[in-house]
């Protein structure tokens, strides 16, 4: 994933991300035990700051692994985090408990995404919802933006497109503003392009994860019709499957102190029953 560079030095780069975050100079100053004068001269280039600094002050301004090797190279250091290919053997471990996970959740689906929401890793609840979608979606990498969100994809039969598209496009524009990763840029350009699926209730909006059969499966009268989109505590997924709606909440979850950039890219969404009937018809599919 290639960095969008704001500026070539790391004192405007540190300024850019600060101000991001709005964090004032004299804030960062206390958290991060310095004074303001001293973040002033780092902003500006008059001070060159060392590798413990700068990993200091990305700590408190949350700035993402990946992007903190990026200020230490253009600092003049050496990365300090490894960027480790997932099927290299020293992350054996941790792909085994994650197809542990997944496997533990069935029938329920999960998936594992990387920064660019690349498909890793997916249940047989994940496969069972894709059933149908277009083949071209299905080539590796598989990406969950592209089969959510492409006419031939899920989005004919996710009930409550407009919605669940704006919740993801708008989890899209977070991470971008995070990453600042010009080939996620790239990739919401051409997911928030895609046409509407004809009769789907798009305008403006909506989200993530898995139904069957081809595009237009709901085309019709009522095409864009279905359960209330609301509940109390989430927003939830509404989507077709083998002529029923299903209904799921969605929840992400990610590595706690990551010190590989692999693994700091790495999350986990699982999909959880809304309703008895949802739950039911996925135990029946798998009974």
Do not use: C
């Amino acid at each position: 994933m290639t960095t969008v560079a704001l500026d070539t030095g790391v004192g405007p780069l540190l300024r850019s991300w600060r101000e991001q975050r709005r964090i004032s100079q004299l804030e960062l100053a206390l958290r991060a035990d310095s004074s303001a004068r001293h973040i002033s001269f780092i902003e500006t280039g008059r001070s060159r700051p060392s590798e413990d600094m700068i990993l200091r002050l990305a700590e408190h301004l949350d700035i993402p692994v990946r992007e903190r090797n990026a200020l230490l190279v253009v600092a003049g250091y050496a990365p300090r985090y490894a960027q480790t290919a997932l099927d290299d053997p020293a992350l054996g471990a941790l792909r085994e408990g994650m197809e542990r996970l997944l496997q533990g959740y069935d029938p329920y689906p999960a998936l594992v995404v990387d920064g660019m929401y690349n498909v890793v890793a997916a249940n047989r609840g994940i496969a069972m919802l894709l059933e149908g979608v277009a083949g071209h979606l299905l080539a590796p990498p598989l990406n969950a933006m592209r089969l959510t969100l492409h006419p031939e994809g899920l989005a004919p039969r996710i009930r409550n497109l407009r919605e669940w598209r704006a919740d993801l496009l708008a989890q899209m524009e977070r991470q971008i503003a995070l990453a600042r990763s010009a080939e996620l840029r790239e990739l919401y350009e051409e997911v928030a392009g895609y046409p509407a699926p004809v009769g789907s209730d798009r305008a403006e909006g909506a989200g993530t994860a898995g139904g069957s059969g081809g595009a237009g499966s709901l085309v019709g009268e009522n095409a864009g019709a279905g359960p209330a989109s609301s509940l109390p505590f989430a927003l939830p997924l509404h989507i077709e499957h083998g002529g029923q709606v299903l209904s799921f909440v969605s929840s992400i979850a990610t590595f706690n102190t990551p010190m590989d950039v692999t693994v700091a890219e790495l999350a986990i969404e699982t999909f959880l029953p809304a309703d008895r009937a949802t739950a039911d018809h996925l135990r029946s599919l798998t009974s």
